[in-house]
């Protein structure tokens, strides 16, 4: 096993180490241990074991399922545990992204600026991208919220999805923004310095022997890792956050509104903070993304893209339960990235039906993801793995677990 | 709200606290259609500002009619819809669509015919509207019968129902794709549509003028309908309360049936205009999704006069803002004026005021 291969594989185990905690069924002891433990020899093993061409394509399927995690993990704070019905998660998921853009790139100058326009380019480390991402996310959902929570359940779903048009709409049009409708590039990406053939000044010298065979090829499983722990990152606080008596009011006002209100409870403040919450979740998922593909424009958060699929996710996986939003994501862009093959599959067939439509079978895909929400609504509407109706741990029996 | 309140009486004998009173102020219908002329004013005053003269800002509105006859073709179906049943329907945007597709198929199937002159088509034109009202009715039916109806046998909350018609949007959608492809169509490609020159220099095409007097002719069809027919009285009672109209014998299954096709139809009738006044292409009855649903809730939810109403309100707010904003802005005036609606008086300007 040479030098990069082990790198690859020991990147591919953390993401792994970071991923299976989640997905391994909660109860026994040895759950989070035993999904490090399993993750990181999986990734050794896997590494090892199959060709360079898999492998990237493994890691990148992964980085988008786990970013497709963030997201569903932000819906089901406001639908699963809230009932909000939020139909715009691609206007989130896009501030998110384009704020963390610019507050991480380098503002162009002298030729570079007559190609492309954007207010600000503050030259700020990643992590700094991200939380502005979360906040300016929050703050739009608060705007958002403040006017509309007060109705009816159904307005929010419009008004929700007229927000996130507009927001397409905006960095469709405003090119001093953030380039208008030409892409934003030279989104810079964290510890890239790493992979390329001078390493990072920080890296004290004693260590560059370590890093020194990789090439920038191989950057896409150290993000991996970095998104990896993200997710953990965000399933550990939100579901903590979640069995907590924050959680609690939250599916009080879900469920028995004017109980939760008799209690004492401000049933419009909780909607509103579930909601923001929710909303900034979905803006660090957004500036991940980012990140990720490096040139970000309007046309990456369609409503198919952005909302739709996460909807798939987190009804197929379970609406009020954090594990099975993620297990979700990793099953419904398995079933698109799958579905791919498919088209590609049907091709003779369809080629047999009409000589047009072989260049239309992409959208068979939407055709049959659109049945599967259709079908999760109709046959099984809590999912994959339904909420818990648990009150407390230690409480066995019928009205426990 | 007609009939007078005994319990306020007069004002000496009103017990409520100021802001109480202000609030009831607030919430009439009244300063609901004052605020939005208001935010009219502030367009026309902005659109001067941006330096569009004013022969520039009256041709501007009339197109805004003109738009406004569009869009209120379309949110007739859907405020219908939703009063009936209840809750959003995502798909009616692509029911839109599918209306303006399906004529546009049986158009091509029918030998071409003069033109009627001053309008721009023949009355082949005319046939495939007819044709394609009652197909994309029945399409409107048959999802309410694959997936709504299991969804009302099993009591699901409506969000199940708005859920479900957003992914019946998409499949839709993709269905569009696959049969009629991602390019764009015209009715009559490569055809001259020359525009009537009206006085003050408006110019408007005869087909515009035809929309907008169709808009009016199906709004009060459906307003006869409401009021007159034995549907349109057990259409209300349903929409009012589905358990008491069943025991006053009434087959609600039978009424919501007969919603969808009327629903499918007229939206068929929206793209159907829609197509003629631009052009075809997948994605057009997304794009009127927002106006729809602004119009809907502005004139009040099941009230088709309202719709027409807003919808027109809409139309000239739309057009009227393409004098200092960029036009593809159009969804986001529709859609402010749809939260400034909600946040003084969400029943709507003709809803009725408690709800």
């Known amino acids: 096993m040479s030098q990069v291969l082990f790198l690859k594989g020991l990147m591919l185990g953390i993401a792994l180490a970071f991923l299976l905690p989640i997905l391994l069924p909660p109860g026994p002891r040895w759950r989070v241990p035993g999904g490090i433990l399993l993750g990181l020899a999986a990734g050794l093993g896997i590494a090892a074991s199959v060709p360079p061409g898999y492998l990237s394509y493994l890691v990148g399927f992964l980085t988008m399922a786990s970013l497709y995690g963030l997201l569903a993990l932000g819906l089901n704070t406001q639908w699963g545990y809230t009932g909000h019905l939020n139909f715009g998660v691609a206007g989130f998921f896009a501030v998110g992204a384009f704020t963390s853009a610019l507050v991480t790139i380098e503002a162009p100058s002298g030729l570079a600026a007559q190609y492309t326009q954007v207010l600000f380019g503050l030259e700020m480390p990643f992590l700094v991208g991200v939380l502005a991402a979360a906040l300016v996310s929050g703050v739009v959902a608060l705007i958002v919220a403040v006017p509309v929570l007060r109705l009816r359940l159904d307005f929010l779903a419009i008004a929700t999805i007229g927000v996130a048009e507009i927001i397409r709409l905006v960095f469709q049009n405003e090119r001093w923004l953030a380039n208008g409708p030409q892409p934003l590039r030279g989104i810079p990406q964290p510890g890239r310095c790493l992979f390329e053939s001078r390493p990072c000044e920080w890296l004290p010298d004693s260590l560059a022997w370590v890093v020194e065979p990789l090439s920038t090829r191989d950057y896409t499983a150290f993000y991996l890792m970095v998104v990896a722990a993200f997710l953990a990152l965000g399933y550990a606080l939100i579901e903590r956050a979640c069995r907590s008596p924050w959680g609690r009011m939250l599916r009080a006002v879900r469920d028995e509104e004017a109980s939760a209100a008799m209690n004492g409870k401000n049933v419009p403040f909780a909607r509103i903070q579930a909601f923001v919450v929710g909303a900034m979740v979905m803006g660090v998922a957004g500036a991940l993304y980012a990140h990720y593909t490096v040139a970000i424009d309007y046309s990456h958060f369609h409503a198919l893209f952005g909302t739709f699929l996460v909807w798939i996710m987190l009804m197929l996986g379970g609406s009020g339960n954090h594990r099975g939003a993620i297990l979700g994501a990793i099953l419904v862009w398995g079933v698109w990235a799958g579905t791919a093959f498919l088209a590609n599959a049907l091709e003779p067939v369809l080629a047999a039906i009409h000589p047009e439509l072989p260049g239309r079978a992409q959208y068979v895909r939407w055709l049959l993801v659109s049945l599967l929400l259709a079908a999760v609504v109709l046959f099984r509407p809590q999912g994959l793995l339904p909420e818990e109706m648990r009150v407390s741990n230690y409480l066995r029996g019928p009205r426990g677990r | ?355």
């Open chain 2, 1 to 355: 709200m007609a009939v007078p309140d005994i319990r306020r009486g007069t004002a000496a004998d009103d017990q409520r606290r100021p802001g109480e009173r202000l609030r009831a102020v607030i919430r009439t219908r009244v300063f609901l259609l004052v605020s939005l002329v208001a935010v009219l004013v502030a367009m026309y005053l902005a659109g001067l500002a941006a330096g569009a003269g004013g022969l520039r800002l009256l041709a501007l509105t009339a197109w805004g009619l003109m738009l406004g006859g569009v869009i209120a073709l379309g949110s007739i179906g859907l405020s219908l819809v939703y009063g009936v049943m209840k809750f959003p329907n995502f798909s009616h945007g692509a029911l839109v669509t599918l209306g303006a597709y399906v004529s546009f198929s049986v158009m091509h199937l029918l030998p071409p015919g003069s033109t009627l002159r001053p309008l721009s088509f023949g009355y082949e034109f005319l046939v495939a509207l007819v044709v394609a009202m009652p197909v994309v009715g029945l399409v409107a039916l048959a999802i309410d019968r694959v997936v709504y109806r299991r969804l009302r046998r099993t009591g699901a909350h409506l969000v199940f129902f708005a859920m479900a018609s957003l992914a019946m949007a998409f499949f839709l959608r993709s269905l569009i794709y696959l049969i009629w492809g991602p390019d764009f169509h015209f009715y009559y490609p490569g055809q001259a549509n020359p525009a009537l020159q009206l006085p003050l220099g408006i110019r408007i095409r005869a087909d515009q003028l035809f929309i907008l007097a169709l808009a009016f002719v199906l709004v009060g069809a459906v307003y006869g309908l409401l009021a007159r027919t034995r549907l349109g009285k057990a259409m209300r009672a349903t929409a009012d309360n589905p358990d008491l109209a069943q025991i006053r014998g009434i087959d609600t299954e039978r009424v919501i049936a007969w919603t969808w096709m009327l629903g499918g139809g007229l939206a068929a009738a929206g793209g159907v205009m829609y197509g003629l006044s631009s052009q075809l292409r997948p994605e057009m009855g997304f794009w009127l999704l927002l106006p729809m649903f602004a119009a809907s809730i502005m004139g009040g939810i099941g009230n088709p006069q309202g719709a027409l109403l807003a919808a027109l309100i809409i139309g000239i707010a739309h057009q009227v803002s393409t004098s200092f904003l960029d036009p593809t802005y159009g969804p986001a005036v529709a859609f402010v004026l749809m939260v400034l609606t909600l946040l003084i008086r969400p029943q709507g300007l003709l809803g009725r005021t408690e709800g």
